[in-house]
């Protein structure tokens, strides 16, 4: 499914002290890796992408639990999709220099949930909040990491 089919789910931001290449190695460690847990809920949901392949750092055709990366411009921008059986998704990430030493790293997430099972999905994922924490989260990786 084409990005711009999805709907906006939201937007989180975190602000980095590090130079937008660093943010960029940073994401690309955090997003490149799947732990357990991760492989182990794309394969309950039947995600398409369920291991990690492809090339490291992130380029155009990696993949990682739930996720495969349709784009990817080094220390700018990364795109990574998925699907899975009650939904289509993609999280696209941002680095923006915002001045010596710091950057701005925006995770847009948009997505659709089909069907009644969508719908319920959507109920449990977004509308209780865990999306939000999940993407925080590793927000919050990617700062560490980068820092």
């Known amino acids: 499914m084409e990005i711009a ?14 130079e937008p290449d660093a943010v960029w ?5 955090v ?12 394969h309950l949901v039947r ?3 369920r291991e990690t392949s492809g090339p490291r750092p992130l380029a155009e055709g990696s993949t990682f639990a739930g996720f495969h990366v349709t784009s990817a411009v ?5 795109v990574v999709e998925g699907s899975h059986r009650f939904s289509s998704y993609a999280l696209i990430f941002h680095v923006e220099p ?13 997505a659709a949930f089909p069907g009644l099972a969508g719908g319920l999905y959507r109920r449990l994922v977004i ?13 919050s990786a990617v700062r560490r990491r980068s820092e």
């Not at 789910?9 to 002290?17: D, S």
């Not at 080094?74 to 990364?78: F, S």
């Open 5 to 18: 089919a999805l709907s906006r789910v939201g937007e989180q931001t975190t602000v980095v002290a590090a």
């Open 25 to 29: 190695r940073g994401l690309s460690q």
């Open 31 to 42: 997003m490149g890796h799947s732990s357990a847990r991760a492989t182990l809920y794309a």
């Open 47 to 49: 995600a398409a992408d």
């Open 74 to 78: 080094p220390g700018r921008e990364l």
């Open 98 to 110: 915002t001045g010596p030493g710091r950057s701005l790293l925006r995770a847009e997430t948009r």
């Open 127 to 139: 509308s209780s909040g865990g999306h939000v924490i999940a993407v925080r989260r590793l927000l």
